[in-house]
T-cell receptor
Framework: ETGVTQTPRHLVMGMTNKKSLKCEQH?????MYWYKQSAKKPLELMFV???????ENNSVPSRFSPECPNSSHLFLHLHTLQPEDSALYLC??????????????FGPGTRLTVT | AQKITQTQPGMFVQEKEAVTLDCTYD???????LFWYKQPSSGEMIFLIY??????QNATEGRYSLNFQKARKSANLVISASQLGDSAMYFC?????????????FGAGTRLFVKA
């Protein structure tokens, strides 16, 4: 496996379910990110982790709970979601946070539908 | 106020011609980075090109070049010799200082259609 992988690629869940999204990067990066991409809206940053520590929570509702057990893995735990949470969830990684020149590498995304 | 503005929701270009996608940004930080990403229909965001705020020369990567006009705060992407595979969403992004490090902010995107 190379780059950034995300599983599952598609997920349909009811509002009372609990599910988790998984992201793994094989690039040796130290920073990882969760983004939400809804139709006709700019990419929204949700969470940022640097060396496993959360450095940013962009006012995300508590029904989204991130977890970063190590620099290579990032999870997004979902519970009691709303239909408006249906979107493409993108994971990304970058070398680190302290330099403006590092580009982000993105996974293919998880297409989430909340019914 | 919008930090990154892409004023063209959609653009059409004839195959083999050049096209310019507009991007303006807003920051008071002297140190920042500007990026362009491509998102095909498959969903994955692909890094195309980077321009640093202190770079004197415009960045180029193959058929992609970035027209950086610092005083006007614009960072337009130029794609030369368009190909059918260039049809995708294109996002301009800026990496600027935030608590804990640099944060990336994305524009709303421009959808490019390449016509045969």
């Amino acid at each position: 496996e190379t780059g950034v992988t995300q599983t599952p690629r598609h997920l349909v869940m009811g509002m009372t379910n609990k599910k988790s999204l998984k992201c793994e990067q094989h690039l040796g990066h130290n920073a990882m990110y969760w983004y939400k991409q809804s139709a006709k809206k700019p990419l929204e940053l949700m969470f940022v982790y640097n060396f496993k520590e959360q450095t940013e929570n962009n006012s995300v509702p508590s029904r989204f709970s991130p977890e970063c057990p190590n620099s290579s893995h990032l999870f997004l735990h979902l519970h009691t979601l709303q239909p408006e949470d249906s979107a493409l969830y993108l994971c990304a990684s970058s070398q680190e946070l302290l330099d403006p020149s590092y580009e982000q590498y993105f996974g293919p995304g998880t297409r989430l539908t909340v019914t | 106020a919008q930090k990154i503005t892409q004023t063209q929701p959609g653009m059409f270009v004839q195959e083999k011609e050049a096209v310019t996608l507009d991007c303006t940004y807003d920051t008071s930080d002297p140190s920042y980075g500007l990026f362009w990403y491509k998102q095909p229909s498959s969903g994955e965001m692909i890094f195309l090109i980077y321009q640093g705020s202190y770079d004197q020369q415009n960045a180029t990567e193959g058929r992609y070049s970035l027209n950086f006009q610092k005083a006007r705060k614009s960072a337009n992407l130029v794609i030369s010799a368009s190909q059918l595979g260039d049809s995708a969403m294109y996002f301009c992004a800026m990496r600027e200082k935030s608590t804990g490090g640099f944060k990336t902010i994305f524009g709303a995107g421009t959808r490019l259609f390449v016509k045969a």
